[in-house]
């Protein structure tokens, strides 16, 4: 009879293609699944019953900020608790490699950590220090423009030269070399709001032979949607690369109801060229304190504050009356700082969510002491609330989005897939119970739901916690493949 390490037995099998569940049994051997099938006769010195639980290829964090995290706390329990075996890093222009500081790190690079967080100055030492750190989760990393800003030029609000450009490019290239999955921007904010279109697209140039995608945040989600999309298109365009356009909103109480323009522009878009998105499912954002964002109307917590740390959880408007002044004037006392903005309509968010073209990214602040629910609860929310719940989505598109969609957009080699021959990153758990527990008031809390967690053919996390083992390797660029 034929053996093997781990044989989960009798699952309902959910293979990450979006198709129907089957019922099959999984064969687990040196890190790999070596055979699905029904009613297999192998033997193993571990059996799972699996009767009547939901066994999904590894869940894949697509937007994270979880560049250091994956070093300094390499538990990750705040993903391996979701069902997440792999997280990509390096969103929204900011990356934690190849960065050399002068100073403290500009806003938002702040998210990811404190100048002592910078130390990789090359993307191949931040890959050595994923492999001496080991995480609990697999890690995949783009770079990101603001980063490579920070690198080579005096001031972040003028748009780079050309042998500044040229600088930066080399050591994308560099990265790219060293398997990083392509580029991402953050051109709302400050520090790169001063780049030019064709900035990025000069510095983009390298992305298309190496087969690698552009992925952004857009220069804005506000009143001026459609043209900041139409210029991450007119980049993927020219440079011959796909985009992801990060955390695709509608932001701002003046552009609710949006949500069926922004999506028919990538609808029109994605006919001709490579492009999707990737929501989390929640109707308010966070990311650090932004003056431009301060709106009376719209419910604001500061989540930090290096003014007065003690504010943490506080509402901005709980604290302008109690310093008698206003909502603009106290955001501008706590700074730097960081916040969740509540200005996103739930229905808004529900339409992106369940578009054929959106991914999942959860977009977790790990640093912030209290967080947006969202670095706690995105997996199990879409699969608990909006799945089952609500029905918004199917279950096998949902766990698609989440799996095989992802692996396949991002070139990750043989993973996102129940198949065999593939890596052994597998999600077993209750459909019937999967849910999430973080909220906004008590953010810090683990999902319900999750019976199994396998990174790379060892057992991680089981419904009583993290086992304490730790087998997350460093995910080098694959092959992208985009099925529109
Ligand atoms: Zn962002
Ligand atoms: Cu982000």
Redesign the pocket.
Known sequence: MLSCDILIRNASVLDGSGAESEVLDVALRDGRICEVGSALEWTAPSVVDAEGLTLAPGFIDV?T?DDISVIRTPAMLPKLSQGVTTVIVG??GISAAPVTLQGEPPDPMNLLGNADAFCYPTFAAYIEAIRDAQPAVNVASLVGHTALRNNHMDRLDRTATEPEITAMRSQLSEALEAGALGLSSGLAYRSANGASTDEVMELAQPLASAGAVYVT?MRTEADGILDAMSEAFEIGRLCHVPVVL??LKCAGIANWGRSDEVLRALETVRTMQPAGCDCYPYAAGSSTLDLEQVDERVRITITWSAQDPEVAGLTLAQIAEAWSVTQVEAAQRLQPAGAIYHSISEADMRRILAHPATMIGS?GLPNDPRPHPRLWGTFPRVLGRYCRDQNLIALPEAVHKMTGMPAQRFGLAERGFVRKGYCADLSLFNSKKIIDTATFADPIRAAEGIVGVWVNGVLSYTAEGATGKRAGHFIPRGKTAWIQ
């Open positions: 937007h900020h969103n929204c945040h990060s955390h977009d």
